[in-house]
């Protein structure tokens, strides 16, 4: 892995361009409501300000479509990454164009500007080598510390490294060093731990990991597929029907390989009319009307007993409708058991983050990942065209 750090490049004093990842949830009033991804570049800012650099930083927010959409503006961001580094931060309300060029030629170093929501111009999104050329224009380096979107081919992600000096900065290095390590020479056991909802949104980081750990630990809705795939008789639990023949597969493949794979051996449900309790069942007969929403706590209980003889573990997607109290206790265990110190643990995925956030536990684990679906994709071994141009 030969990635091109931003501590190689002089950047003393240089206009630096630096694409982050502020896409915050917002609350109603459009104020960030999480600010976790700007705390996470929050290292690589402090860098270029000791440096001395002239900080230009640049992120898109939501879902614009090519549009200005006043709610999606970085106002508020700007205001708590300085509230956040107690610094003044410059704001423009466009990314290219003659007020950001001016604004960056008043910077002086160790100044920070940010500029305006990039998915406000279309041609983000479709890396176009115009647009990408004007926001080149505004520097002298370019700084990648965005992995959670690495793995999009955009012009602040991608195209932009085709007109400056590329590396990455300290968020990207760590995560790409951290989830490069369990790729190449993870501590064994290895032990991945699956679930949330959908068996599709999985099939390439299973196909993946299988040839890499130890055990596959399966929950959530996902689980449900491959127990239906054994036979067992799921009720009105969510299945996907088109992937039991993938599951059948994959189950054959990996005893195949020796890879030890794990289904609920109970589960908890509910019925459709919600006058019933919940209840635990084991796996093989949730009765018609009635819903696997969680692992049982037999399985949870078993789960953490093997995660925490593991060495290293691997974890995306709940066990369960967490969301919901009465279904959140299999999620809760696994993210305790990951907590344990002596096992390197790794987590990505939104859900996965929030439940870890949800117990206080995202400081326990040895990392979690800022990236969801960049994460996935490069443990799938895909390369990421945001990495890709930091490569030397
Ligand atoms: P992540 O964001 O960590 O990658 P996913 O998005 O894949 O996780 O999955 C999270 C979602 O899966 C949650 O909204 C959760 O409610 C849902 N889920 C988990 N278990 C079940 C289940 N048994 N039935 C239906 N949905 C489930
Ligand atoms: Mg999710």
Redesign the pocket.
């Known amino acids: 892995m030969d990635l091109k750090t931003m501590r190689s490049l002089d950047i003393k004093g240089k206009k630096v361009l630096v694409r982050v990842d502020f896409n915050v949830p917002l609350d109603d009033d459009g104020r960030v409501a999480d600010d976790t991804r700007i705390k996470a570049t929050l290292p690589t800012i402090k860098y270029l300000v000791d440096q001395g650099a002239r900080v230009i930083l640049m992120s898109h927010l939501g879902r614009p479509k090519g549009k200005v959409v006043e709610k999606l503006r970085l106002d508020d961001v700007a205001r708590r990454l300085g509230e956040l580094l107690g610094r003044e931060i410059k704001k423009v309300d466009d990314c290219i164009g003659s007020e950001a060029a001016k604004a960056v030629e008043g910077l002086k170093q160790g100044e920070i500007l940010l500029l305006e929501n990039l998915r406000f111009h279309p041609e983000e999104e479709k890396n176009e080598s115009g647009f990408a050329k004007e926001l080149a224009s505004l520097a002298e380096v370019y700084i990648n510390d965005a992995f959670g979107t690495a793995h999009r081919a955009h012009a602040s992600t991608a195209g932009v490294a085709n007109y400056l000096p590329a590396a990455a900065g300290l968020l990207m290095e760590k995560e790409i060093k951290v989830l490069g390590s369990i790729l190449s020479d993870p501590d064994h056991p290895f032990l991945a731990v699956l ?4 068996v599709s ?2 099939i390439g980081v299973l196909n993946s990991l299988v040839g890499k750990v130890d055990a596959i630990l399966l ?6 597929t491959f127990l239906k795939a054994k036979g067992s008789e799921l009720g009105d ?2 299945v996907d029907d088109d992937n039991l023949d993938f599951a059948r597969k994959f189950l054959d493949m990996a005893a195949e390989r020796g890879v030890r794979v794990e289904l609920p051996v109970d589960l908890v449900t509910a019925s459709s009319g919600d006058q019933d309790p919940v209840q635990v069942v084991d796996s093989g007969s949730v009765p018609s009307g009635w ?4 692992i049982g706590p037999r399985t949870a209980d078993l789960y953490s007993q093997l995660i925490k003889k593991a060495k290293t573990a691997f974890w ?8 919901e109290e009465q ?1 959140a206790h299999g999620s809760e265990m696994v993210a305790r058991a990951l907590s344990e110190p002596g096992l390197t643990s790794i987590v ?6 929030a439940v870890l956030e949800k117990y206080g536990l995202a400081g326990q684990v040895t990392h979690a990942s800022t990236g ?1 679906g960049a994460s ?1 994709e490069f443990l799938e071994g895909r390369e990421l065209p945001g990495v890709a141009v930091l490569m030397k």
């Open positions: 679930g949330g909802a959908k949104d999985k929950g959530g809705g996902m689980a449900n639990s969510l819903r696997a929403l969680d995306n997607g709940p066990m369960g409708v967490f969301e279904f990505g995925g939104g859900d996965s983050l969801g996935l």
